[in-house]
């Protein structure tokens, strides 16, 4: 995404003196925008997906000696967020993939929005059950073509280890149990997608316990 770079607003204007001489006005000196860090794919193959995890979808592949630009990242910079120079969008892959160039604590960390489908509606009858720091959800199966069906997507914020993480999981099943313990200061919560090829559904809240 392009940085903005401020306008210099110039704020001293030429004065005329008595003698009519004229005061120079400052030299204003822009400051080069950083440089945009940037990645070579040093594996022989990767994935490019619609999110910063292997629950997303593909979107995109990628081979060794490709390059591209960095414009965001997750919060740890484990995945990054890049324009391939072959492809006219975003998608994220791991930043083991690639050779860096640049800072990558320099982009910002970004959440981006996953590619809509309504082919199929979103999961129904989500239910949940605590049993300790175990919850186990649980949803009622969407009907999908076999061609069409990539399962189901859970994005959570979870408490583990005192801090509050986000996660997301991918599930062939209607069940999955997550660990979330009670001693974080946040609240835990999640979302349910229904997943096809082509993309996600809307989201539904999963009722935590």
Known sequence: SATETATPTVTDTP?????????????????????????LVTV????????????????HGLYEGDHATVDGRNYSGSWLWIQP??????????????EIEGDISSVPVVNTLLPKSTLYGPPTNVRTRRDGSE????????????????????????????????????????SYTITDEQNCA????????????????????IPWP
């Open 44 to 59: 022989n193959q990767a994935f490019c997906r619609y999110g910063p995890g292997t629950a997303y979808l593909y979107s």
């Open 85 to 98: 120079d072959n492809l006219d969008r975003h998608c994220w892959s791991a930043a083991s993939n690639f």
């Open 186 to 205: 946040g609240e835990s919560g999640g979302i349910l997608y229904t997943v096809e090829k082509h993309g996600y559904t809307d989201p539904v809240a």
């Open 135 to 174: 919850v186990t959800i649980t949803w009622d199966a969407v009907w999908m073509t076999e061609d069409d069906y990539r399962g189901y997507l859970i994005e959570a914020s979870v408490c583990q280890n005192g801090i509050l993480v986000g996660i997301a999981v991918h599930v062939d099943g209607t």
């Open 15 to 39: 004065t005329e003196t008595p003698t009519s001489t004229i005061t120079e006005t400052p030299t204003i000196t822009l400051t080069p925008t950083e440089d945009v860090p940037d990645v």
